[in-house]
């Protein structure tokens, strides 16, 4: 196998390398439709992680014709309403050099992807940002981030779905739930879905 690195991750894992996160949605899919043998298939944003793998070279075959430039299908769409009033929007109003209305504007292009979730149950990393918008961190997080809370960090952007400590720049805030355990799919933007951010 040439385009995947393959290694053992504990007993009973094996993880995958990749080159991006769109590769990442990519094999997991893949392997999904495939009925790879294993208990978990979870993309990471470089990374795919098997869990509860019984045999790892029939894993390697089954993954054998999975090439990175198919990309990943497409989810289904969420469009999230903001009220973007964040305490960061001018500070990365001046970041992007434009004003409030040229972020809400910008963000609100961008069709979004799930790439992964982490950091707290139904938190999605979302891809999609262009790397010239980057931006970096807070130097000190803050001690309490409130629900609903839009950011980003990096090149990544995200919703705070409960209260937290957290130190992405904030541009705003939506009141939809992004996690509750009595859905049948508790996370509203599990991996793959597409996202829209739309101003209210």
Same mark, same amino acid.
């Given at each position: 196998?040439?385009?995947l690195?393959?290694?053992?991750?504990?007993p009973?894992?094996?993880?995958?390398?990749?080159? %991006?996160? /769109? +590769?990442?949605?990519?094999?997991?899919?893949?392997?999904?439709? $495939? #009925?790879?043998?294993?208990? *978990?298939? @979870?993309?990471?944003?470089?990374?795919?992680l098997?869990?509860?793998v019984?045999?790892?070279?029939?894993?390697?075959?089954?993954?054998?014709?999975w090439?990175?430039?198919?990309?990943?299908?497409?989810?289904?769409?969420?469009?999230?309403?903001?009220?973007?009033?964040?305490?960061?929007?001018? %500070?990365v /109003? +001046?970041?992007?050099?434009?004003?409030?209305?040229?972020?809400? $504007? #910008?963000?609100?292009?961008? *069709?979004? @992807?799930?790439?992964?979730?982490?950091?707290?149950p139904?938190?999605?990393?979302?891809?999609?940002?262009?790397?010239e918008?980057?931006?970096?961190?807070?130097?000190?997080?803050?001690?309490?981030?409130?629900?609903?809370?839009?950011?980003?960090?990096?090149?990544?952007?995200?919703?705070y779905?409960?209260?937290?400590?957290?130190?992405?720049?904030?541009?705003?805030?939506?009141?939809?739930?992004?996690?509750?355990?009595?859905?049948?799919?508790?996370?509203?933007?599990?991996?793959?879905?597409?996202v829209?951010f739309?101003?209210?």
């Open positions: 196998m040439d385009v690195d393959l290694r053992a991750f504990g009973a894992a094996v993880l995958a390398e990749v080159a %991006d996160s /769109a +590769a990442a949605r990519s094999l997991a899919a893949y392997a999904r439709a $495939a #009925r790879v043998d294993a208990e *978990e298939v @979870v993309p990471g944003a470089r990374t795919v098997f869990d509860g019984r045999d790892v070279d029939g894993l390697a075959r089954r993954l054998a014709d090439t990175p430039d198919g990309g990943p299908e497409r989810g289904p769409l969420v469009e999230v309403p903001v009220v973007y009033d964040g305490a960061d929007l001018h %500070d /109003a +001046a970041r992007w050099g434009t004003d409030v209305d040229g972020v809400v $504007a #910008r963000h609100g292009e961008i *069709e979004f @992807v799930s790439a992964f979730c982490g950091f707290a139904g938190f999605a990393y979302l891809a999609g940002l262009p790397e918008h980057a931006v970096p961190r807070l130097d000190t997080p803050r001690g309490r981030v409130p629900a609903g809370s839009v950011g980003l960090a990096g090149s990544w952007c995200g919703v779905p409960t209260a937290s400590p957290g130190g992405w720049r904030l541009l705003g805030r939506t009141e939809l739930t992004l996690w509750d355990p009595a859905r049948y799919d508790p996370a509203l933007l599990a991996p793959g879905t597409r829209r739309v101003p209210v």
